[in-house]
């Protein structure tokens, strides 16, 4: 990834967000301003360092806390998708980003409510709806996975007797135990391809139908609800792990080219209609040669062509830090 730099370090200081965007839906509120400093030079990412503890309640009443003093560096957010939003410091998303990235970090509470209370964040920031509904399924799809799971743990008590001897005693004890799951192995061209046009296509879809739609599969159009998001995002994730994701034509469903750079050029789908899945043309040697963001479908004999019609540079990440003059 290459990443440019245009200051070492800055000062930043967020506004407050508003309560919820609509007076009709609360997502939860920040309760402080977030302050800290850019290290530009920080490797391998830069990284923002927290002032303050920075606090958010969600629409739930749980408060959710970043500590002052914590340095984050937005790997909780996919690296290639950076490509799309513009980095995880840019943007009415940054407050979100910091407490999503803490907790992605810590891994304290289960990833479906982090990835979740990301989503509820990012609302209460006044992010668009699809853009938001974007990013929650961008995360829970390729973004870091686990569990907390009961495990009982044998913990040894000892007691010091008389003769220099100790007399010890195991207990078993429950305790709450982080298991981490695997990720997307987006260094293999062929997945991080698919990534790509899977993404491009929620993308242009949410745009649009205005958050109303998520997705075009085989079978149909699937609506977009944060239940919908969060199993399709399961679905996905657990496909592009398989090693014969390339094969699985009919699961990967409605997918796009892609020339665009950024979230802010992606448009939406010809004639601001969602195409539909059976009349979409198959990934072929003769597809190459249309015009560019075109939807496609694969088949057995698209895998020879899939690197020939998506652009990897797509996920070319360029991080632009500017000083904010106060």
Not at 90 to 97: F, Q, R, T, W
Request: a negative charge.
């Amino acid at each position: 990834m290459k990443f440019k730099m245009l200051t070492r370090i800055i000062i930043i200081i967020v506004p407050l967000a508003p309560h919820s965007v609509y007076a009709e839906e609360y997502f939860g509120k920040f309760l402080d301003q977030l302050r800290g400093v850019f290290i530009a030079e920080a490797e391998p990412r830069p990284e923002f360092k927290m002032e303050h503890d920075f606090r958010f309640e969600d629409p739930n009443g749980l408060l959710w806390l970043t500590p002052g003093g914590t340095s984050v560096d937005g790997a909780s957010i996919p690296q290639f998708f950076w490509s799309l939003i513009g980095g995880p410091f840019e943007g009415p998303y940054i407050n979100a980003s910091v407490i999503h990235d803490y907790y992605c970090r810590t891994k304290e509470r289960t990833a479906h409510d982090t990835h979740r209370n990301f989503y509820y964040g990012m609302r209460a920031s006044n992010v668009p709806e699809w853009k938001a509904d974007l990013m929650h399924w961008a995360v829970s799809t390729f973004g870091p996975s686990w569990k907390l799971e009961k495990r009982v743990v044998m913990k040894q008590s000892c007691v010091a007797t008389s003769d220099n001897f100790k007399t010890c005693t195991s207990i078993p004890t429950i305790e709450m135990v982080t298991v981490s799951e695997p990720p997307v192995d987006l260094s293999n061209p062929e997945v991080l391809a698919l990534a790509i046009s899977k993404t491009n296509s929620i993308a242009r879809t949410l745009l649009t139908s205005k958050g109303a739609v998520l997705d075009v599969s085989s079978s149909g159009q699937v609506n977009s609800t944060l239940a919908s998001i969060e199993s399709n995002a399961a679905t996905y994730r657990k496909l592009f792990q398989s090693e014969n994701v390339v094969n699985e034509t009919s699961r990967l469903g409605l997918l796009s080219q892609t020339s665009q750079a950024s979230l802010a050029t992606i448009q939406p789908w010809a004639g601001n209609q969602i195409p539909s899945y059976v009349q979409a043309d198959y990934l072929s040697p003769e597809f190459s040669t249309a015009t560019t963001e075109l939807p496609f479908k694969l088949d057995s004999g698209s895998r020879a062509v899939i690197l020939d019609n998506v652009d990897l540079k797509a996920a070319q990440t360029e991080i632009r830090i500017q000083e904010r003059m106060e």
